[in-house]
C-alpha cells in the first residue's frame, strides 16, 4: 500500500493529511518535516506500506471536507482507513459512532467496546487517534463532563466543539 500526503489549510494553521486506497489514514495539526515522520513511523508500525509520497492533489476530498467542516457545513465524511493496534481501531470506531456535536466520555466509549473497565485504555488510544476531527476524539470527555486532555490542545478541543453546536 502507498500512502499519499499533503497540507491542508485550518484555523489552527497548516495540518497534515494522507490517504491511502482512496480512504484517509492521518490527519494531524501541524506540516513539518517533523510531523510527516512521526506519521510515517505510526502508520508504518502497522501497516505494510510500500511508500509515502507528497501529493496535494490525491488528499483533495479530505482537503474539500475539512474546508467544509471549519465553514459549519455538516458533509458527507470521507472514508477512512484505520490503522492501529486491534483495541485502537475498536476504540475509533466507536467513535466514529459518535454523532456530530454529541458528547461521550470515555467510559461510554469503554462500554461501547465491550470493555467497561478499560477506561484508561480507551483514553490512550483516544489520544492516539490519527484522524482528528474526522474521528471526533474531541467530542470524548471525562465521566463528570469536564474536558479533558486532547492531542491538539484544550484550545482546539474547545474551539471544535464550539463550532459543531453552532452548526
Same mark, same amino acid.
Request: glycine share 10%.
Given at each position: 500500500?502507498?500512502?499519499?500526503?499533503?497540507?491542508?489549510?485550518?484555523?489552527?494553521?497548516?495540518?497534515?493529511?494522507?490517504?491511502?486506497?482512496?480512504?484517509?489514514?492521518?490527519?494531524?495539526?501541524?506540516?513539518?518535516?517533523?510531523?510527516?515522520?512521526?506519521?510515517?513511523?505510526? @502508520?508504518?508500525?502497522?501497516?505494510? #506500506?510500500? *511508500?509515502?509520497?507528497? =501529493?496535494?492533489? &490525491?488528499?483533495?476530498p479530505l482537503?474539500?471536507? $475539512?474546508?467544509?467542516?471549519?465553514?459549519?457545513?455538516?458533509?458527507?465524511?470521507?472514508?477512512?482507513?484505520?490503522?492501529?493496534?486491534?483495541?485502537?481501531?475498536s476504540v475509533?470506531?466507536?467513535?466514529?459512532?459518535?454523532?456530530?456535536?454529541? @458528547?461521550?466520555?470515555?467510559?461510554? #466509549?469503554? *462500554?461501547?467496546?465491550? =470493555?467497561?473497565? &478499560?477506561?484508561?485504555?480507551?483514553?490512550?488510544? $483516544?489520544?492516539?487517534?490519527?484522524?482528528?476531527?474526522?474521528?471526533?476524539?474531541?467530542?470524548?470527555?471525562?465521566?463528570?463532563?469536564?474536558?479533558?486532555?486532547?492531542?491538539?490542545?484544550?484550545?482546539?478541543?474547545?474551539?471544535?466543539?464550539? @463550532?459543531?453546536?453552532?452548526?
Open positions: 500500500m502507498h500512502v499519499e500526503y499533503g497540507e491542508i489549510q485550518s484555523p489552527f494553521g497548516l495540518m497534515t493529511g494522507a490517504m491511502a486506497e482512496g480512504k484517509v489514514v492521518w490527519l494531524d495539526y501541524g506540516h513539518s518535516e517533523q510531523h510527516i515522520s512521526d506519521m510515517k513511523k505510526r @502508520l508504518g508500525r502497522h501497516a505494510d #506500506i510500500t *511508500e509515502f509520497r507528497k =501529493n496535494d492533489c &490525491a488528499i483533495k482537503r474539500d471536507w $475539512v474546508n467544509c467542516y471549519f465553514k459549519g457545513e455538516e458533509t458527507k465524511k470521507p472514508p477512512v482507513l484505520l490503522i492501529g493496534t486491534a483495541f485502537q481501531v475509533w470506531e466507536a467513535l466514529l459512532e459518535v454523532e456530530y456535536g454529541c @458528547l461521550k466520555s470515555y467510559k461510554e #466509549i469503554a *462500554e461501547r467496546i465491550g =470493555n467497561p473497565k &478499560a477506561v484508561r485504555a480507551v483514553g490512550q488510544a $483516544v489520544n492516539r487517534n490519527p484522524i482528528s476531527i474526522l474521528v471526533p476524539c474531541h467530542c470524548i470527555i471525562g465521566t463528570n463532563g469536564s474536558l479533558t486532555g486532547y492531542n491538539g490542545g484544550l484550545d482546539k478541543k474547545t474551539y471544535l466543539l464550539e @463550532l459543531e453546536k453552532k452548526s
